[in-house]
Every structure is written in structure tokens, then in C-alpha cells.
């Protein structure tokens, strides 16, 4: 199972609407198929590795990450296959929050008198799986912000001059994370500044599925001909949908959506109409303004801090305090999940305490 799970990551940002599932096919103790889920439309993790393993499939055991499915959708069902290739013993990381499939796969196959085991390195499973169950629960992405800081908790310095703060080993897990997500998200400064490019610098397991774009822009400050909206890649810009957007490049989209105030667009909208585009995990960026809002509304699901044996003194940090206490209702409290060296950075992933 741990195999298949390595096999699945490997679809993260790839695969929606479809979920990223990895399975390998055992006989006499040796895998002789596997495979992962690439994108929607492909054949799924089950069907790659049983056509891998073809005649050397009957009697052997098929590791899965995901719950087979069991309805036709792009592709056949993956129960069909399964039975059809003669396994004798299948094993699941996790049901299907799809309510479609959930329970029913795992019944077809017990049915056909298939040994079936359900649980195994089912957290791990899960974690995987959350962009898509957030997705399919809620209508949704998972949000996970990031933000790469000093050892005195700042973002830049005051006269906003752009400078490194992390490593270059840092910025390669920047861009991994970037790769598994389906979308990269800042504001409408951090845009202005930075005209920050957002695709990730390594190469995607489906290269012409790239990244979404997304600006956070409520009063159409940014230009059509700024260098932020001139990349080459599809771009959503969501603003105030009192205000008229003026033709911009073809690969940027426009997108009205209400405010909650002056300036500050209604998060919960974006969201949707991101979730709509199947967009499963979304990046937050920042800067700061965006940052402490997502966490203020409680739209965050994780958050990864970036920091480096730096300190700046008197600079901009991420201003959380201030903003917190104007935009929040109570206390906001999370929990370290992972702390990792990064040498000489440390990456710090934190989850919200549910209250």
C-alpha cells in the first residue's frame, strides 16, 4: 500500500475532477503491475496496473489507494476490470467520499466473492485525498496558505525592495507544492510588486494541465498590459462585481464576485466558483492582506511556514495582529502537524484546531 501511495502523489494537481489513486498488482510476493491515476479522461490507477500485469493478474492481490469505482463515467468502472482480470484478493486504503461510489465498490466486489480488505494506511490515504473530498463534501478547494518568513516573523522589508528570504532548497519545495496543486493564489499588491510568474519552476506529471493563476483583485487596479497578467498561462482575476473588467489578454479571465467590504472580496465566492472549475487544492500566497483574511474567515485548511535563520529588525511582517483582531470573531488556534530541516530552513505545517 505504502508503493501505491507513492505512485498516487504523483497525480496530485493532475487528476480533478477526478482523485489521484495509485494501485500495484501482487503475485507470489512481487509486484507485476502498476500504475496511477494522470488525468481525467485516462484510464484509471486499477486499469493501468492490471493492463501492466495482464494474464499475471488472476489470483493475485490488487493494492488501491481509493475505493474502486463502480459507475461509468470517462472511463468503464474499475470494478468491471477487476473482475474481469480474475483478482483473487483486493486491498483499500479508503472508501470514496463520492457518494456515487461510496460502500458500493467495495460491495460488488464482496458480492463476486473477491476477499476484500478496507483500512490499510487509511490515514495516509486520506491525507491524500482531502483536495477531493473537500471538493466533492463542501464545493470546495483545500486551502493550504504559505508564507516564507525570517526568524523575527517578516515578510520584506518596509520599502518593499524584493529579497530572498529561504534558500534555494526551500524554493524547489515551494514549487514541488506549487506542482500539486491546481491552482496559486495572491492579491492584487503582491501582483503589483512582485509580477510573480506562480507556475511551478518543476515539471508536472501532465505538462499541458497547467497551474491556474489567480489574482485577487477587487478594484481592477492592475492593468491588462501588467507584466502579472502577461504570462502565458490561464489566469482568473476575481473582482468587485460592481465594477465593469476592461478586455484583457485571452488567457485571463474575469470574474465578478460580491464583497464583504469595501476592497475585500467575499472569499467564500472565489472558492466556489473555483471549486466549479474543479480546482481541488488551492496555494494562497499572500501577501499579508490575503494571508490574515483567509485565516480570519476561516478558510484555511493547512499552512505552510517557510522559515529562515534570518532576521531583519524593523520590517514588514505578515501583520496578522492588527488585521486578526479587526476581522475575526475569536480566537484563532492551531496545532504543528510536521516540523522539517530544510538546512538551513525549517518548514513548519500547522492544521486549525477544530473548536
Not at 57 to 78: I, M, S, W
Not at 119 to 142: C, K, N, S, Y
Not at 187 to 198: N, S
Not at 265 to 270: F, M, S
Request: aromatic letters at 6%; one cysteine or more.
Amino acid at each position: 500500500m505504502a508503493a501505491a501511495l507513492r505512485l498516487a502523489r504523483m497525480g496530485l494537481g493532475s487528476t480533478a475532477p477526478n482523485p489521484p489513486v495509485g494501485a500495484v498488482v501482487v503475485r507470489d510476493g512481487r509486484a507485476v503491475g502498476q500504475g496511477f491515476h494522470v488525468r481525467a479522461g485516462t484510464p484509471h490507477a486499477e486499469a493501468w496496473a492490471l493492463g501492466q500485469a495482464g494474464r499475471r493478474a488472476e489470483g493475485a492481490t490488487l493494492y488501491v489507494t481509493l475505493e474502486p469505482c463502480c459507475h461509468q463515467g470517462r472511463t468503464p468502472p474499475c470494478t468491471d476490470a477487476i473482475l474481469r482480470a480474475g483478482v483473487r484478493r483486493v486491498v483499500v486504503g479508503t472508501l470514496d467520499p463520492n457518494p456515487k461510489v461510496h460502500g458500493r465498490g467495495i460491495e460488488i466486489l464482496r458480492r463476486a466473492s473477491l476477499d476484500v480488505e478496507v483500512g490499510i494506511l487509511e490515514a495516509e490515504a486520506r491525507t491524500l485525498l482531502r483536495g477531493f473530498a473537500t471538493w466533492v463534501r463542501d464545493h470546495r478547494p483545500w486551502v493550504i496558505l504559505k508564507a516564507a518568513l525570517t526568524a523575527d516573523g517578516r515578510i520584506a522589508r518596509v520599502d518593499s525592495r524584493r529579497l530572498r528570504i529561504t534558500s534555494e532548497r526551500t524554493h524547489l519545495w515551494v514549487h514541488h507544492l506549487r506542482a500539486t496543486c491546481d491552482a496559486v493564489l495572491v492579491g492584487a499588491r503582491t501582483a503589483d510588486l512582485d509580477a510573480p510568474d506562480l507556475r511551478p519552476r518543476l515539471p508536472r506529471m501532465v505538462p499541458d494541465k497547467p497551474v491556474l493563476r489567480v489574482f485577487l483583485d477587487a478594484d481592477l487596479s492592475l492593468p491588462p498590459d501588467h507584466p502579472a497578467l502577461g504570462v502565458p498561462a490561464p489566469t482568473v482575476v476575481f473582482h468587485d462585481a460592481a465594477r465593469t473588467p476592461p478586455p484583457g489578454p485571452p488567457h485571463v479571465r474575469y470574474e465578478g464576485v460580491p464583497t464583504r467590504a469595501p476592497g475585500l472580496l467575499d472569499l467564500g465566492a472565489v472558492l466556489r466558483r473555483l471549486a466549479a472549475t474543479d480546482v481541488h487544492r488551492l496555494l494562497v500566497e499572500g501577501g499579508s492582506r490575503v494571508f490574515s483574511s483567509f485565516l480570519a474567515e476561516g478558510r484555511a485548511d493547512e499552512m505552510w511556514l517557510f522559515v529562515a535563520p534570518t532576521v531583519f529588525g524593523d520590517v514588514a511582517s505578515l501583520g496578522l495582529a492588527s488585521r486578526l483582531e479587526t476581522l475575526s470573531t475569536g480566537p484563532l488556534r492551531w496545532r504543528l502537524r510536521g516540523l522539517y530541516p530544510l538546512d538551513p530552513d525549517w518548514l513548519c505545517i500547522l492544521e486549525p484546531i477544530e473548536t
